[in-house]
């Protein structure tokens, strides 16, 4: 079966500053890997995937993520962060480079940026 | 207007009652799936459907039935809504190729008393 750990509930780090929000992955052959964010009282919003090719993938607001096989990991990182990227944050995995599986996500992992 | 629309957004209902939770999409996609999130819990999949004829129960079907009603309508319900159903539940769609992104509602607030 296919899951998705990640396995820290908060995240915090000062604004200007480099954040990691962490992603593990269990799924028999390739993956499709996909992070999202969640804004309070919205609904989430498709950050960036990774579904073959370079390992670093680039995504919307600044973000991007490196997908590392022999981890099994799919990190989300940003080289400077925004108190506004305070959110809270999923990674998703589908499972066997296949189309016929469901999107699973992880707990999620809220971030908090101060200024 | 919204891609994913689900109604209502906020429900209060009393233990026992049945309850449907609409959603409707204008993507075009074959895929449609329910979530239900929790504090600590992330989102947990309850039903996905990839075409019309499709049903699949996720990891937590159980006091959840679903209907696909068209392409574009995907309803969950609860036939005797129970406290612990309180969530928030979102819809979500997606495309058939399984490595485009999802699309996801604004979630349906439900409170069971």
């Known amino acids: 079966a296919q899951s998705v750990a990640q396995p820290e509930d908060q995240v915090n780090v000062a604004e200007g500053n480099p954040l990691t929000v962490k992603c593990t992955y269990s799924v028999s052959g390739n993956p499709y890997l996909f992070w999202y964010v969640q804004y309070p009282n919205r609904g989430l919003q498709f950050l960036l995937k990774y579904i073959t090719g370079d390992n670093l993938v680039k995504g919307s607001y600044g973000f991007e993520a490196e997908f590392n096989k022999s981890q099994t990991s799919f990190h989300l990182k940003k080289p400077s962060a925004l108190v506004s990227d305070s959110a809270l944050y999923f990674c998703?995995?589908?499972?066997?480079?296949?189309?016929?599986?469901?999107?699973?996500f992880g707990k999620g992992t809220t971030l908090s940026v101060s200024s | 207007d919204a891609d994913v629309t689900q109604t209502p957004r906020n429900r209060i209902t009393k233990t026992g009652k049945r309850i449907m939770l609409e959603c409707s999409q204008t993507?075009?996609?074959?895929?449609m799936y329910w979530y239900r999130q929790d504090p600590g819990l992330g989102l947990r999949l309850i039903y996905y459907?990839?075409?019309?004829?499709?049903?699949n129960k996720g990891e937590i079907s159980d006091g959840y039935s679903v209907s696909r009603q068209a392409q574009a309508k995907f309803s969950l319900s609860l036939e005797s809504a129970i406290p612990n159903q309180t969530a928030l539940y979102f819809c979500?769609?997606?495309?058939?190729?399984?490595?485009?992104?999802?699309?996801f509602g604004q979630g349906t607030r439900l409170t069971v008393v």
């Open positions: 998703a995995v589908r499972g066997n480079g296949q189309a016929g599986t469901a999107l699973i």
């Open positions: 993507k075009g996609h074959d895929r």
């Open positions: 459907s990839f075409d019309v004829k499709d049903i």
């Open positions: 979500a769609t997606e495309s058939g190729t399984g490595s485009t992104e999802a699309f």
